[in-house]
C-alpha cells in the first residue's frame, strides 16, 4: 500500500471521528420547536454497540451517544432511547452538554438540539452578531465544523458563529504536503477537533491542521509546532483533546511535548517541554497521540488511543490498560469521569465500558453493582 494511499485512509477514519456539519441557519431566530408535545423516547434493553459520547447529568442520569441510533438516558431502571422520530435533529450524536437550568444539548453532524426533558428543539445560528467572541462561564461551546465553520458559542439565547483568526500557515509551519498548500486544501485546516477548559476557565481549541488556541476571553495565542499540523508522512493526527496537568502545563492531544504558559508584562507566551521518555518504549508501531482525554479528581491525566486501549500519565509513569473481550478490542473513541470519580470509555465496536478500579469491563456486566453505590 503506498504511502499516499494510507494518508487519505487515515485522513478519511480521523475525519469520520471529528467532523460535524454547519448547523442550518436562520435570521435572528435562536431556536425551532419539534413538534413533539409529549414525553419522548422508547424503552430499549441494550446499548448500541457503536457510542461516541458518553455524559452524566446534575441528577446522576447518565446519557450515551451513538454513532447512527440517536442517543439513550439511563437512571439505573429504564434505559431508554431517543432518534430522530423523538425530535432529534439527527442520529450521530459528537457531543452531550447540560446548561445551568438542566437542559440537555446534543451536537450532531446536522446541528444541536436542546432537550428540557419532555421535548426537542432545534438551535438556530444567529444572524444578529458576526464572530462575536466572548467567555462566559455558563456559555457553551461547539466544533460543529466541517469545511465551512470552525465553532460556535451559545450564551442561552443566541447560537453564534465564530471564526478562529487565521494564520498564514505555509509560512508558519514551513511546509507543503504532496505539493498541496493550505490554502489549495478543499477542506478547512481550522476544522475545530476539540474543545477543552483549563482550571481558570480559559478556552482550549484544537484545530485539524491550523495547531491549537489559547483564548482567555480577551486574546489568542497560538500554538503553531509542527506536531500539531500535518505529519512529514502526510498523516494528520489533529488536536482533538487538551489536558492540564498538576503542574498546569498543557498536554495537545500527544505524549511528545507539554507546554508551559508563561505572562510578562501582560504579554502571554509559552514554552515547549519534553513530554513522555523512551516513547518508542510504548508506541513502536504506532502514533504517540491520544484521540480523547481528561484530567481527573486527583489531577492525573487519562488518555486514550483508537487502539492500544487506555493510558494514565501518573507523575512521571505512564500505565497503560487494554480494552478487550474475549475475541475483540475495543476501538476507543472517549473517555469521560463521571459525578463519582468513575472512568467510562465509549467505542466504536464494543460499546460502553467502565473502570472498577483495575480494568476496564463492559457497562452492562456491572451496572447494577454500579448504582448500587448511589
Same mark, same amino acid.
Given at each position: 500500500?503506498?504511502?499516499? *494511499?494510507?494518508?487519505?485512509? =487515515?485522513?478519511?477514519?480521523? #475525519?469520520?471521528?471529528? $467532523?460535524?456539519? #454547519?448547523?442550518?441557519? $436562520?435570521?435572528? @431566530?435562536?431556536?425551532?420547536?419539534?413538534?413533539? !408535545?409529549?414525553?419522548?423516547? !422508547? $424503552?430499549?434493553? &441494550?446499548?448500541?454497540e457503536n457510542i461516541w459520547v458518553v455524559y452524566q447529568d446534575r441528577t446522576d442520569k447518565y446519557w450515551f451517544g451513538s454513532n447512527d441510533s440517536g442517543a439513550y438516558s439511563y437512571d439505573g431502571e429504564d434505559l431508554i432511547q431517543y432518534t430522530i422520530d423523538d425530535g432529534l435533529?439527527? @442520529?450521530?450524536?459528537?457531543?452531550? &452538554?447540560?446548561?445551568?437550568?438542566?437542559?440537555?444539548? =446534543?451536537?450532531?453532524? @446536522?446541528?444541536? $438540539? !436542546?432537550?428540557?426533558?419532555?421535548? *426537542?428543539?432545534?438551535? &438556530?445560528?444567529?444572524?444578529? @452578531? #458576526?464572530?462575536?467572541?466572548?467567555? &462566559?462561564?455558563?456559555?457553551?461551546? =461547539?466544533n460543529c465544523n466541517a469545511s465551512l465553520n470552525d465553532l460556535y458559542r451559545y450564551d442561552g439565547h443566541l447560537l453564534h458563529e465564530l471564526t478562529l483568526p487565521r494564520i498564514d500557515l505555509d509560512s508558519a509551519f514551513n511546509t507543503h504536503v504532496d505539493g498541496l498548500s493550505f490554502k489549495d486544501r478543499t477542506y478547512s485546516p481550522y476544522a475545530v477537533f476539540g474543545i477543552d477548559k483549563d482550571t481558570d476557565g480559559i478556552l482550549w481549541i484544537g484545530t485539524g491542521e491550523a495547531g491549537a488556541y489559547k483564548y482567555d476571553g480577551n486574546t489568542f495565542l497560538w500554538f503553531g509546532e509542527k506536531e500539531l499540523t500535518t505529519l512529514p508522512d502526510g498523516r494528520v493526527p489533529g488536536v482533538r483533546s487538551m489536558l492540564q496537568d498538576k503542574e498546569g502545563n498543557m498536554w495537545l492531544s500527544n505524549f511528545l511535548s507539554k507546554y508551559?504558559?508563561?505572562?510578562?508584562? #501582560?504579554v502571554q507566551s509559552y514554552k515547549k517541554l519534553e513530554g513522555i521518555g523512551n516513547l518508542d518504549d510504548f508506541f513502536p508501531e504506532r502514533l504517540p497521540y491520544f484521540n480523547s482525554g481528561l484530567s481527573d479528581q486527583n489531577g492525573d491525566l487519562w488518555m486514550t488511543t483508537y487502539t492500544g486501549g487506555v493510558w494514565k500519565l501518573q507523575g512521571n509513569k505512564l500505565l497503560n490498560w487494554k480494552v478487550e473481550t474475549a475475541t475483540n478490542e475495543a476501538l476507543l473513541v472517549t473517555i469521560y469521569e463521571d459525578n463519582h470519580g468513575v472512568i467510562w470509555l465509549g467505542s466504536r465496536n464494543l460499546g460502553v465500558f467502565r473502570f472498577n478500579g483495575e480494568e476496564f469491563v463492559q457497562f452492562d456486566k456491572f451496572a447494577d453493582e454500579l448504582f448500587k453505590q448511589y
Amino acid at each position: 500500500m503506498n504511502r499516499i *494511499f494510507r494518508t487519505v485512509i =487515515f485522513i478519511l477514519i480521523l #475525519s469520520t471521528i471529528s $467532523s460535524c456539519a #454547519s448547523p442550518n441557519k $436562520s435570521a435572528q @431566530n435562536t431556536t425551532t420547536q419539534s413538534s413533539q !408535545k409529549a414525553a419522548v423516547g !422508547k $424503552s430499549v434493553t &441494550e446499548l448500541d454497540e457503536n457510542i461516541w459520547v458518553v455524559y452524566q447529568d446534575r441528577t446522576d442520569k447518565y446519557w450515551f451517544g451513538s454513532n447512527d441510533s440517536g442517543a439513550y438516558s439511563y437512571d439505573g431502571e429504564d434505559l431508554i432511547q431517543y432518534t430522530i422520530d423523538d425530535g432529534l435533529i439527527a @442520529n450521530a450524536m459528537r457531543g452531550i &452538554e447540560e446548561d445551568r437550568l438542566g437542559n440537555i444539548y =446534543f451536537e450532531t453532524p @446536522n446541528g444541536i $438540539s !436542546k432537550y428540557d426533558g419532555t421535548t *426537542f428543539e432545534t438551535l &438556530e445560528v444567529s444572524q444578529a @452578531n #458576526s464572530n462575536e467572541w466572548k467567555l &462566559e462561564p455558563d456559555d457553551l461551546w =461547539f466544533n460543529c465544523n466541517a469545511s465551512l465553520n470552525d465553532l460556535y458559542r451559545y450564551d442561552g439565547h443566541l447560537l453564534h458563529e465564530l471564526t478562529l483568526p487565521r494564520i498564514d500557515l505555509d509560512s508558519a509551519f514551513n511546509t507543503h504536503v504532496d505539493g498541496l498548500s493550505f490554502k489549495d486544501r478543499t477542506y478547512s485546516p481550522y476544522a475545530v477537533f476539540g474543545i477543552d477548559k483549563d482550571t481558570d476557565g480559559i478556552l482550549w481549541i484544537g484545530t485539524g491542521e491550523a495547531g491549537a488556541y489559547k483564548y482567555d476571553g480577551n486574546t489568542f495565542l497560538w500554538f503553531g509546532e509542527k506536531e500539531l499540523t500535518t505529519l512529514p508522512d502526510g498523516r494528520v493526527p489533529g488536536v482533538r483533546s487538551m489536558l492540564q496537568d498538576k503542574e498546569g502545563n498543557m498536554w495537545l492531544s500527544n505524549f511528545l511535548s507539554k507546554y508551559q504558559v508563561t505572562t510578562i508584562d #501582560s504579554v502571554q507566551s509559552y514554552k515547549k517541554l519534553e513530554g513522555i521518555g523512551n516513547l518508542d518504549d510504548f508506541f513502536p508501531e504506532r502514533l504517540p497521540y491520544f484521540n480523547s482525554g481528561l484530567s481527573d479528581q486527583n489531577g492525573d491525566l487519562w488518555m486514550t488511543t483508537y487502539t492500544g486501549g487506555v493510558w494514565k500519565l501518573q507523575g512521571n509513569k505512564l500505565l497503560n490498560w487494554k480494552v478487550e473481550t474475549a475475541t475483540n478490542e475495543a476501538l476507543l473513541v472517549t473517555i469521560y469521569e463521571d459525578n463519582h470519580g468513575v472512568i467510562w470509555l465509549g467505542s466504536r465496536n464494543l460499546g460502553v465500558f467502565r473502570f472498577n478500579g483495575e480494568e476496564f469491563v463492559q457497562f452492562d456486566k456491572f451496572a447494577d453493582e454500579l448504582f448500587k453505590q448511589y
